[in-house]
């Protein structure tokens, strides 16, 4: 049996396909369980937080960086090295507010929307709010209060995908009940 088909292919690149593929199967059973935009958009937002917070230990294993001292330098590493990791891509960080508690990550090519088309009569339908789950979840176990939120969505229509942070408070380190 020859092999000749599969010489030249980045398997990163198969899965990331298979990743987007499969992603775009879990939104659309979402749609056909939920059949409400807005509870698909709560789903996705709960699977990614899940995914953030245990996300954030292999992260934080394989990078081996402290730990940031302002919002900026956790802006920088999101951005840098958590979306390069684990999805290839780059976002730019902009926008900041004067206060430096919020911060837009600006998104050319979203590798969760490639090959989709929003279904018709889905305007709310935030496809890649897994994203926002994803980073909430994360930051919280770091200790960050955040809130995530879709400004813009290519899929809309818009020139460019934009995720809002926005920095709420420093969560205390917690000690679970029973242990002391």
Same mark, same amino acid.
């Given at each position: 049996m020859s092999r000749q088909g599969t010489r030249g292919v980045d398997p990163r690149k198969v899965n990331g396909e298979l990743f987007t593929l499969t992603y775009g199967a879990l939104v659309a059973q979402l749609l056909r369980d939920y059949e409400d935009d807005d509870e698909v958009n709560k789903q996705l937002e709960k699977m990614g937080y899940n995914i953030g917070v245990r996300l954030i230990e292999d992260f934080l294993a394989r990078n081996n960086s402290s730990r940031c001292n302002d919002f900026r330098e956790t802006a920088d590493i999101?951005? *840098?090295?958590?979306?390069? #990791?684990?999805?290839?891509?780059?976002? %730019?960080?902009?926008?900041?507010?004067p206060a430096g508690d919020e911060f837009s990550l600006l998104i050319e090519n979203n590798p969760l929307a490639d090959f989709v088309e929003l279904p018709p009569g889905h305007n709310n339908l935030n496809f890649s709010n897994l994203l926002c789950g994803v980073? *909430?979840?994360?930051?919280? #176990?770091?200790?960050?209060?955040?809130? %995530?939120?879709?400004?813009?969505?290519?899929?809309?229509?818009?020139?460019?995908?934009?995720?809002?942070l926005k920095f709420l408070r420093r969560?205390?380190?917690?000690?679970?009940v029973g242990e002391d």
């Amino acid at each position: 049996m020859s092999r000749q088909g599969t010489r030249g292919v980045d398997p990163r690149k198969v899965n990331g396909e298979l990743f987007t593929l499969t992603y775009g199967a879990l939104v659309a059973q979402l749609l056909r369980d939920y059949e409400d935009d807005d509870e698909v958009n709560k789903q996705l937002e709960k699977m990614g937080y899940n995914i953030g917070v245990r996300l954030i230990e292999d992260f934080l294993a394989r990078n081996n960086s402290s730990r940031c001292n302002d919002f900026r330098e956790t802006a920088d590493i999101i951005s *840098k090295v958590g979306f390069k #990791m684990y999805l290839g891509i780059t976002p %730019v960080v902009s926008n900041w507010s004067p206060a430096g508690d919020e911060f837009s990550l600006l998104i050319e090519n979203n590798p969760l929307a490639d090959f989709v088309e929003l279904p018709p009569g889905h305007n709310n339908l935030n496809f890649s709010n897994l994203l926002c789950g994803v980073l *909430k979840g994360a930051l919280e #176990m770091v200790q960050m209060d955040v809130d %995530v939120r879709f400004v813009q969505d290519q899929l809309k229509g818009d020139n460019i995908t934009e995720l809002r942070l926005k920095f709420l408070r420093r969560l205390e380190d917690a000690i679970p009940v029973g242990e002391d």
